[in-house]
């Protein structure tokens, strides 16, 4: 005989416990509202793949900013957006508002809201997606990203902190292994969902589990918001949505997300009336590493770089202006894509790893997430890779460390993949930026682009190597970095307007229905365009789940 479904009534049921629905959750709470959060994970996944993040957050004219010398504005901020965003689709009416909303927002009361909640920023403001194409082409014309004080479980904490306080008060139902199969419809309006209870689990963070139905749920609610988060812990579903315009797929990727990452609730929510757009938009990753401590399947780490590294395909030639570490993300992408191989390198010194090299993750940055100023400072400042770098030259399967230039090489071509490389050929192109470094003066764009940002204080005191000879014997030794593709976000999702309310094929709210975070490609149906700015992406879970669930609360 089988059980009768666990029943539930609420105002605001949230399906997925990231950042997106904690905030939102938090915000139909502050609204007196009753509210049940569910997610298909052990509750050891509190915070989704936001706890998992480097914590960065795109601010416009902050005081960390301006301390530092940057002159930034919302016209420039705006200018940069949408030279990045390249909105081109009838798809992009909302995505554009949206856009417009955030930059309102980050350049507004984004900041003070947050230090409201006791949320802190690192005082250095990096300088990611630098562009290097014209005033009106893509990327950040000063540096915006703020780093977290904390990094993503920093930032995760004072909204989990509101739930749990919640739960204590019995205003709160937090329903781990609940894994919603359909929204409930009436009459035109959804009124809730219902799906399978998982088994109990109890793995750590991050780590798969299983699927074994043990029974059923139902829920009734005044509002639903989808925020499931995206698909790049799916490789099938990625390749199926990669767009011609990047290429084709790779058949090798690396996963810098968990793998219940799995978009399968995007979906449902079209099964109950929300409209799709703009899914072939998303944002991966050039630079990935193999974790040599991996969490789940395929994990891989990437690396933030600084500016120095050269960059070379899988056969050794160099990559084109501005394809230079830290510049463009999915221009780098297309191009690595024309190549027919699935992997790049890095080719650079001790000197410059010591300086330049950072992994995104907050387990990668022990200092910045555990809020410790002394260790902060020896890693950062002190001599030596920092720790978490170390450990992958040490053990990471992509790392090459030799003396010489000849022997460098031949490690390079005894790791998989590494016959395609052409030995002459990366001599050359090392042995001709060498020659290039002598003086003040260059035609090499990215040594010009090196001294450009060596100019910000910030890079120069935390992210960029003093300008050498890659085979000088002082600098070495030489190191490799074989790099891969790492799938982590989408850019294109459930279409909102800006209270958050899913929009219908009619281009109507449907009653009812909510989404934000990557389900709704961080509002809107994709905001962020072809392109992002970086540290838009928590940021936007922050904005989308705010306003979703504001919205959601007011019509429960």
Not at 503 to 522: Q, V
Request: aromatic share 8%.
């Amino acid at each position: 005989m089988t059980a009768a479904p666990a029943e539930y009534a609420t105002d605001v049921l949230v399906i997925g416990w990231g950042l997106a629905g904690l905030v939102a959750a938090s915000e139909a709470l502050a609204a007196g509202k009753r509210v049940v959060i569910l997610d298909q994970e052990p509750r050891t996944n509190l915070g989704g793949q936001a706890w998992w993040a480097f914590g960065g957050l795109f601010f416009v004219d902050s005081p960390e900013q301006r301390r530092m010398g940057i002159k930034d504005s919302l016209e420039l901020a705006r200018q940069d957006w949408h030279g990045n965003a390249g909105f081109d689709r009838t798809e992009d009416e909302w995505p554009k508002r949206w856009a417009e909303a955030y930059l309102q927002f980050a350049a507004g009361e984004k900041r003070a809201w947050l230090r409201s909640l006791d949320v802190g920023f690192f005082p250095v403001v990096g300088w990611a997606e630098r562009g290097g194409y014209t005033a009106l082409g893509p990327g950040n014309s000063v540096p915006r990203f703020h780093i977290t004080w904390g990094t993503g479980p920093g930032l995760v904490a004072p909204f989990q902190a509101i739930l749990e306080r919640a739960e204590l008060e019995g205003r709160v139902t937090i329903l781990p292994r609940h894994r919603v199969s359909v929204l409930r419809g009436t009459a035109g309006a959804i009124v809730g969902a219902a799906g399978d209870i998982l088994a109990p689990s109890g793995a750590a963070r991050g780590l798969p589990t299983s699927r074994e139905v043990v029974g059923s749920f139902e829920v009734t609610a005044g509002s639903t918001v989808v925020s499931s988060g995206g698909i790049g812990g799916n490789h099938d579903l990625v390749r199926a949505q990669w767009p011609a315009r990047l290429g084709t797929p790779p058949a090798s990727m690396l996963t810098g997300v968990p793998a219940y990452v799995d978009g399968s609730m995007v979906p449902i929510a079209q099964s109950g009336g929300a409209r799709l757009v703009n899914m072939d938009r998303m944002w991966h990753y050039v630079e990935g590493i193999q974790n040599w401590n991996p969490v789940w399947p395929s994990h891989g780490i990437r690396i933030l770089p600084g500016p120095s590294s050269l960059w070379l395909d899988a056969t050794g030639r160099r990559l084109p202006v501005p394809l230079f570490p830290g510049y463009d993300t999915l221009g780098t992408l297309a191009h690595l894509r024309q190549t027919g191989h699935d992997h790049s390198w890095f080719v650079l010194s001790r000197q410059i790893i010591e300086k330049e090299f950072a992994l995104s993750g907050s387990e990668q940055n022990p200092d910045l997430t555990g809020k410790n100023v002394k260790l902060l400072l020896s890693e950062r400042l002190g001599k030596g890779p920092m720790g978490p770098v170390q450990a992958f030259m040490d053990k990471g399967e992509d790392f090459v460390v030799r003396d010489s230039l000849a022997d460098l090489v031949a490690g390079m071509r005894a790791l998989p993949g590494g016959d395609a490389l052409d030995a002459d050929r990366v001599i050359a192109e090392v042995e001709a930026r060498d020659r290039e470094i002598e003086n003040d003066f260059t035609k090499d764009a990215q040594i010009g682009m090196l001294r450009s940002a060596r100019a910000y204080r910030g890079d120069r005191l935390i992210r960029t190597a003093t300008p050498h000879r890659l085979q000088d014997p002082k600098a070495g030794p030489l190191i490799a970095v074989k790099l891969h593709v790492l799938t982590r976000k989408s850019l294109g999702g459930i279409e909102t307007d800006l209270h958050g309310r899913a929009l219908g094929a009619d281009g109507a709210p449907i009653p009812g229905l909510y989404a934000a975070g990557e389900a709704s490609g961080f509002g809107g149906g994709g905001m962020h365009g072809y392109r992002a700015l970086e540290g838009t992406f928590l940021g936007g879970c922050l904005f989308s789940g705010r306003q979703a669930g504001r919205a959601a609360a007011e019509s429960a």
